[in-house]
């Protein structure tokens, strides 16, 4: 495989804007993520790798699953986070310093035409040394709360997610009230019953059917006008992955974080456990 990165333009910064969770430390240096399409945040699969700053040359890479997530494990040393795709640019971060025994979760976004437009974003960093503790996060849910305390659209957390002994994100859907789920193994199958009248309207005037927008970590991830299988697949994630769920019914709940002019029929926001 050919590793070759554009260096120059492709520096990527880093930025710190959420975390969530308290894990168990081990002796090796962890790093966790997602990689995304920067444009649209559909997840990707793709290769992540550490290069040596001095060298250029890899050190350790691994290819990320169907949902964009990767893990790497590793001794401490500073190293540069790079990431390539084919037919998308190669982004290569800054050099990092990692010691022994930190996690660290981040966002990887990459653009398929030049640079992305958003920094590499950490998500979680937990460090320990000898009997101390560092930890630097905030909650992972974006604007979860707020828009709970608001009162539009259903609203999850992760004890009720668990406590439906639902086995996957389609099994739990079927039982939210407004909401029709055909299949539980397809997200294309699932419309919010609130919006029927659209979904009537656009079949009426052959306009595409009023399909629902879907968001992983606050990141689109449907392709509109299209059944593309990752988003479809998103049905068939484990319960045990997902942290929280807001569901919005129609037009009328969806937020300003979540709109767009082809979101009309309603969004399901899922929020996972990364790390």
Avoid at 99 to 114: C, H, K, M, Q, V
Avoid at 142 to 168: I, V, W
Wanted: aromatic content about 6%; some cysteine.
């Amino acid at each position: 495989m050919d590793f070759s990165i554009r260096r120059g333009a492709m520096f990527v910064g880093i930025s710190l804007v959420s975390a969530a969770g308290a894990p168990r430390l081990s002796a090796q240096a962890v790093l966790r993520g997602i990689l995304y399409d920067d444009a649209n945040g559909t997840r990707l699969r793709g290769t992540v790798m550490l290069v040596d700053p001095a060298t250029d040359a890899p050190v350790i890479h691994t290819t990320t699953d169907t949902l964009g997530q990767f893990t790497m494990q590793f001794r401490g040393g500073t190293f540069q986070v790079a990431a390539v795709r084919p037919g998308y640019t190669s982004v290569l971060s800054a050099p990092m310093s990692f010691r022994s025994g930190e996690r660290l979760t981040i966002r990887i976004p990459i653009a398929a035409d030049g640079d992305p437009t958003h920094s590499i974003g950490v998500l979680e960093r937990v460090r320990q040394g000898g009997a101390e503790r560092e930890v630097n996060r905030v909650s992972v849910l974006d604007g979860y709360d707020r828009r709970k305390a608001l009162g539009t659209g259903l609203h999850y957390d992760q004890s009720q997610l668990l406590r439906s002994h639902a086995r996957t994100l389609g099994a739990f859907l079927q039982s939210v009230p407004g909401f029709r789920v055909a299949d539980p193994g397809s997200t294309h199958s699932m419309i919010a019953s609130r919006a029927q009248g659209m979904q009537a309207a656009a079949s009426m005037s052959g306009a595409p059917s009023c399909r629902l927008a879907w968001f992983i970590d606050g990141q689109r991830i449907d392709i509109p006008g299209r059944n593309d299988v990752l988003t479809d697949g998103l049905a068939s994630m484990s319960i045990d992955e997902v942290a929280a769920l807001e569901i919005f019914r129609g037009l009328s709940e969806i937020p300003s974080e979540f709109a767009a002019p082809d979101v009309r029929c309603g969004a399901v926001a899922v929020w996972t456990r990364i790390g």
